[in-house]
T-cell receptor
Framework: DAKTTQPPSMDCAEGRAANLPCNHS???????VYWYRQIHSQGPQYIIH???NNETNEMASLIITEDRKSSTLILPHATLRDTAVYYC?????????????FGTGTRLTIIP | DTGVSQNPRHKITKRGQNVTFRCDPI?????LYWYRQTLGQGPEFLTY????????KSRLLSDRFSAERPKGSFSTLEIQRTEQGDSAMYLC????FGRGGLDTQYFGPGTRLTVL
């Protein structure tokens, strides 16, 4: 499994863009980069995933470097409800490798 | 689509008792996963089912743990002779595999177990 490195914590002012980095230098060619978040005492929430190209949905944008060794999750206008732990997870579903491997993530705190 | 549901949301039990949790996946999702999360850690994989077949079990799943998915819909996770070390959040997720999609896992709210 590819290993990831994320800063343990970050702060962001409410209304500003939150940029969460992730290093996944050992990601394999067919693994997607998945992002989940977990608000206190809730189950993880799927945010977005990507392979090579940048992706955007109603929750966030995902920027993946050309060499695929790192990515950045962008929350364009952070609100207090975005306070959570964010996990970056390289993953591809293959027989024998169906589990998501969560690291310790980044604890994002949105400051009023 | 009502999402993944788990019951109960909280369970307090005494050491040595048996407990059972239930997970209802998203309708038509053929894969169902169980994870465990202890305080301050990320979720850890326990086991998963494709339809009614249990295809993988983690070493974390001791012989006191058993999971079933008898009709390929809901699943139960039973812990026998609970120990204080079993105190954790038990998370269920489901996904749709093999229909041309990416098998993205969607999680339920979890069941928090406290063993006294």
């Amino acid at each position: 499994d590819a290993k990831t490195t994320q800063p343990p914590s970050m702060d962001c002012a409410e209304g500003r863009a939150a940029n969460l980095p992730c290093n996944h230098s050992t990601i394999s060619g067919n693994e997607y980069v998945y992002w989940y978040r977990q608000i206190h005492s809730q189950g993880p929430q799927y945010i977005i995933h990507g392979l090579k190209n940048n992706e955007t949905n109603e929750m966030a944008s995902l920027i993946i470097t050309e060499d695929r060794k790192s990515s950045t999750l962008i929350l364009p206008h952070a609100t207090l409800r975005d306070t959570a732990v964010y996990y970056c997870i390289p993953f591809i579903s293959n027989f024998g490798n169906e589990k998501l491997t969560f690291g310790t993530g980044t604890r994002l705190t949105i400051i009023p | 689509d009502t999402g993944v549901s788990q019951n109960p949301r909280h369970k307090i039990t005494k050491r040595g008792q048996n407990v059972t949790f239930r997970c209802d996946p998203i309708s038509e999702h053929n894969r169902l996963y169980w994870y465990r999360q202890t305080l301050g850690q990320g979720p850890e994989f326990l086991t998963y089912f494709q339809n009614e077949a249990q295809l993988e079990k983690s070493r974390l799943l001791s012989d006191r743990f058993s999971a079933e998915r008898p009709k390929g819909s809901f699943s139960t996770l039973e812990i026998q002779r609970t120990e204080q070390g079993d105190s954790a959040m038990y998370l269920c997720a489901s996904s749709l595999f093999g229909r041309g999609g990416l098998d993205t896992q969607y999680f339920g709210p979890g069941t928090r177990l406290t063993v006294l």
